[in-house]
Nanobody, 126 residues
Framework: QVQLVESGGRLVQAGGSLRLSCVAS????????QAWFRQAPGKEREFVAA????????YYADSVQGRWTISRDNAARSLYLQMNNLKPEDTAVYYC???????????????????WGQGTQVTVSS
């Protein structure tokens, strides 16, 4: 069974940068795609960024396009999210997700992903 563990979240000032990491544990790990989602208090979980494992194609929410970068290190079984020019509205719990057993290509839909981490809190002060 694969487990995902996120790290890197903390309090940061607006305009600052953070790098989130997500490490996969388990005997073997492969996935169709991995993604980052976030959830702010009182709001639904929303798509942030995704990467297709085979081709490495990346996808971003409009709100983070141009500011953030999703990347991976297959050897390290790790997924990353480099977040630059952070804004107070980026405050949320950030979740790493993986589509391991199935994937239809709808990368922005939480239901596409069957494995989730526990989340890491990112707080951006103004």
């Amino acid at each position: 069974q694969v487990q995902l563990v996120e790290s890197g979240g903390r309090l940061v000032q607006a305009g600052g940068s953070l790098r989130l990491s997500c490490v996969a544990s388990g005997r073997t790990f492969s996935s169709y795609a991995q993604a980052w989602f976030r959830q702010a208090p009182g709001k639904e979980r929303e798509f942030v960024a995704a990467i297709a494992w085979a081709a490495g194609d990346t996808y971003y929410a409009d709100s983070v396009q141009g500011r953030w970068t999703i990347s991976r290190d297959n050897a390290a079984r790790s997924l990353y999210l480099q977040m630059n020019n952070l804004k107070p509205e980026d405050t949320a719990v950030y979740y790493c997700a993986a589509a391991i057993s199935r994937y239809s290509g709808s990368y922005s839909t939480p239901k596409e992903f069957d494995t989730w981490g526990q989340g890491t809190q990112v707080t951006v002060s103004s």
